[in-house]
């Protein structure tokens, strides 16, 4: 069984704190990580993709893959209340194989 | 339209009714994805289809679910004699291409089963 493993907070976190979020996965063959973020009441969107180990940086977004600890983690640098939701860690090992999704954890940024 | 579709946007159904729920996805989109999420839960993978190939049924929790996927285009999802735990959001999502680099999903359907 493939699972995607994450804490469900809440997390909270004061405006301009750093937020770590972080994933494990089970299946050794995973390839591809993402993090979709999703608003209450809304659906997910995709904010960051990850396929090599190290870092990826996007604007105020970090994530970090450590393959060997089968890790995947989301920094959010400069926290600010927008960022309050729901973070889905998702992992496949390929192109045909489906998305599985943790069951996210909840961001809570605190004006 | 610019982005995936799915209708009804809610359902209230009562126990044992059949129901079936549709998605659109974004036009030239190979993938097609069916995932459910319950109050609270994370995403809970049904099925998916890619392009001509037979489509992924793993997820699906029984026999009593079941989709098609016409034309490689519009999807449908039936779920018969209905449940109270099938109470869920259920969630289409459509990407371009083989790999899952992007899904876009629509806005969901609420189903309620009484």
């Known amino acids: 069984q493939k699972e995607v493993e994450q804490n469900s907070g809440p997390l909270s976190v004061p405006e301009g704190a750093i937020a770590s979020l972080n994933c494990t996965y089970s299946?050794?063959?995973?390839?591809?990580f993402f993090w979709y973020r999703q608003y209450s009441g809304k659906s997910p969107e995709l904010i960051m993709s990850?396929?090599?180990?190290g870092d990826k940086e996007d604007g105020r977004f970090t994530a970090q893959l450590n393959k060997a600890s089968q890790y995947v983690s989301l920094l959010i640098r400069d926290s600010q209340p927008s960022d309050s939701a729901t973070y889905l860690c998702?992992?496949?090992?390929?192109?045909?194989?489906?998305?599985?999704f943790g069951k996210g954890t909840r961001l809570s940024v605190i004006a | 339209g610019a982005g995936v579709s799915q209708s009804p946007s809610n359902k209230v159904t009562e126990k044992g009714k059949d129901v079936e729920l549709r998605c659109d996805p974004i036009?030239?989109?190979?993938?097609l994805y069916w995932y459910r999420q319950s109050l609270g839960q994370g995403l809970e993978f049904l099925i998916y289809?890619?392009?001509?190939?037979?489509?992924?049924k793993s997820g699906l929790p029984s026999d009593r679910f079941s989709a098609e996927r016409t034309g490689g285009s519009v999807s449908t999802l039936t779920i018969q004699r209905t449940q109270q735990e099938d109470s869920a959001v259920y969630l289409c999502?459509?990407?371009?291409?083989?790999?899952?680099?992007?899904?876009?999903f629509g806005s969901g359907t609420q189903l309620s089963v009484l």
């Open positions: 990850i396929y090599s180990n």
């Open positions: 999502a459509s990407s371009r291409d083989r790999g899952p680099e992007k899904l876009f």
């Open positions: 036009s030239g989109h190979t993938a």
């Open positions: 998702a992992a496949t090992s390929s192109g045909n194989t489906p998305l599985v």
């Open positions: 299946d050794r063959g995973s390839q591809s």
């Open positions: 289809f890619q392009g001509n190939s037979a489509p992924d």
